[in-house]
T-cell receptor
Framework: NAGVTQTPKFRILKIGQSMTLQCTQD?????MYWYRQDPGMGLKLIYY???????DKGEVPNGYNVSRSTTEDFPLRLELAAPSQTSVYFC???????????FGPGTRLTVT | AQSVTQLDSQVPVFEEAPVELRCNYS??????LFWYVQYPNQGLQLLLK??????LVESINGFEAEFNKSQTSFHLRKPSVHISDTAEYFC?????????????FGKGTKLTVNP
């Protein structure tokens, strides 16, 4: 199993550009999550999904959108990038035990 | 709402010294508590968990944490650290949002083990 994979690893965006962060898991997990991690601030939940076709907002959803058309994929979309979205983004999934989240390696995004 | 406070943002120690990373939580209901570890340039991994039963829980690499309900704490300890323990450690508490259980993370403590 590859676990949770994320692409790209790094990206630099200009203000106003859009992009999609990809997340795929091969563990057949129903629950998937997107977090952002800012220095000294811990992890903040952006969006989550409890299964294909079902998504919901987390703590900091503004400026982001998600979709979940399959169990495996959970892409995160930034429509109009802003400097405040400079962060490291982590995707995670959980299986039988909801508290044991499996994290991807992260995407480091810079918006200038 | 549940919240977590990690009292130290950075903890430098020498190799083979003991270490304690402090975590306090607030919750009006019963909680589950966790420690996650993030090694450099990696995602987080579950280190240990408290769900119920014994208040002292241990990980496979020598860390332990004790759930103290009266002090609302879940401090992480290791009697002798290695260079390889250098990482960021996150305390987390269970929370409920939209009918689903969620993890609420603290801000993290960077542990640096020096030779």
């Amino acid at each position: 199993n590859a676990g949770v994979t994320q692409t790209p690893k790094f990206r630099i965006l200009k203000i106003g550009q859009s992009m999609t962060l990809q997340c795929t898991q091969d563990m057949n997990h129903n629950y998937m999550y997107w977090y952002r991690q800012d220095p000294g601030m811990g992890l903040k939940l952006i969006y989550y999904s409890v299964g294909a076709g079902i998504t919901d907002k987390g703590e900091v959803p503004n400026g982001y959108n998600v979709s979940r058309s399959t169990t495996e994929d959970f892409p995160l979309r930034l429509e109009l990038a802003a400097p405040s979205q400079t962060s490291v983004y982590f995707c995670a999934s959980t299986g039988v035990f909801w508290y044991e989240q499996y994290f991807g390696p992260g995407t480091r995004l810079t918006v200038t | 709402a549940q919240s977590v406070t990690q009292l130290d943002s950075q903890v430098p120690v020498f190799e083979e010294a003991p270490v304690e990373l402090r975590c306090n939580y607030s919750s009006s209901v019963s909680v589950y508590l966790f420690w996650y570890v993030q090694y450099p340039n990696q995602g987080l991994q579950l280190l240990l968990k408290y769900l119920s039963g014994s208040t002292l829980v241990e990980s496979i690499n020598g860390f332990e944490a004790e759930f103290n309900k009266s002090q609302t704490s879940f401090h992480l300890r290791k009697p002798s650290v290695h260079i390889s323990d250098t990482a960021e450690y996150f305390c987390a508490v269970s929370g409920t949002q939209g009918g689903s259980e969620k993890l609420v993370f603290g801000k993290g403590t960077k542990l640096t083990v020096n030779p």
